[in-house]
Nanobody, 115 residues
Framework: QVQVVESGGGLVQPGGSLRLSCAAS????????MNWYRQAPTKQRELVAA???????NYADSVKGRFTISRDNAKNTVYLQMNSLKPEDTAVYYC?????????WGQGTQVTVSS
């Protein structure tokens, strides 16, 4: 059974940084596209950052220049480096493993940006 586990969330002041990690127990991890989504209270889940199997990246306009997605295929792990955090970045962040037949999701990690 595939497990997807996020970590690294927490409380940070505006302007601060956090690094989220997501470990996925899928075979042939390097062949999967990996995505980070977030969902704030009363809002729909939105795509924040994506990285393909080839390493190409894409970002939501709201996080461009502040967030960086990366992957370490040897560790079956994807990261989200978040800098210059804003209160509007507060949300539960979810890791998504996008496969050819189905997607896998983690339980989410809470990120709260507040002074």
């Amino acid at each position: 059974q595939v497990q997807v586990v996020e970590s690294g969330g927490g409380l940070v002041q505006p302007g601060g940084s956090l690094r989220l990690s997501c470990a996925a127990s899928v075979i042939f991890f390097s062949k999967y596209a990996m995505n980070w989504y977030r969902q704030a209270p009363t809002k729909q889940r939105e795509l924040v950052a994506a990285i393909t199997s080839g390493g190409s990246t894409n970002y939501a306009d709201s996080v461009k220049g502040r967030f960086t997605i990366s992957r370490d295929n040897a560790k079956n792990t994807v990261y989200l480096q978040m800098n210059s955090l804003k209160p509007e970045d507060t949300a539960v962040y979810y890791c998504n493993v996008h496969g050819p037949l189905r997607d896998y999701w983690g339980q989410g990690t809470q990120v709260t940006v507040s002074s």
